[in-house]
């Protein structure tokens, strides 16, 4: 089973950037979907985005779609999250996601309930 941890968050001011990255422990890295959720205080957890086993599908929410990028090196087991022009309204905790099925499923993709392996989260913060 493949346990998940990311870092790379912190302060940032709007405008800015941050990378996150999810290390995964195990051999079977590359035959999960991965992805990134987040929840703000408050509010409910909310889909990020997600990338299929080799790359080369992606899916985004809405609200980061053109400022957020995921992507996954299979070879350092990680998947990343790379932030681009921050707003305050990205604020919360972010949560990296395993689904061990492998299957891409467009349909599922945004379902929090169809993940099976969550990391720890790392905070997000960024000041206006």
């Known amino acids: 089973q493949v346990q998940l941890v990311e870092s790379g968050g912190g302060l940032v001011q709007a405008g800015g950037s941050l990378r996150l990255s999810c290390a995964a422990s195990g051999r079977t890295f590359s035959s999960y979907v991965m992805g990134w959720f987040r929840q703000a205080p408050g509010k409910e957890r909310e889909f990020v985005g997600t990338i299929s086993r080799s790359g080369g599908g992606t899916v985004y929410a809405d609200s980061v779609k053109g400022r957020f990028t995921i992507s996954r090196d299979n070879a350092k087991n990680t998947v990343y999250l790379q932030m681009n022009s921050l707003k305050p309204e990205d604020t919360a905790v972010y949560y990296c996601?395993?689904?061990?099925?492998?299957?891409?499923?467009?349909?599922?993709?945004?379902?929090?309930?169809?993940?099976?392996?969550w990391g720890q989260g790392t905070q997000v913060t960024v000041s206006s």
């Open positions: 996601v395993a689904e061990s099925s492998g299957i891409f499923d467009y349909a599922r993709v945004r379902d929090p309930v169809w993940y099976d392996r």
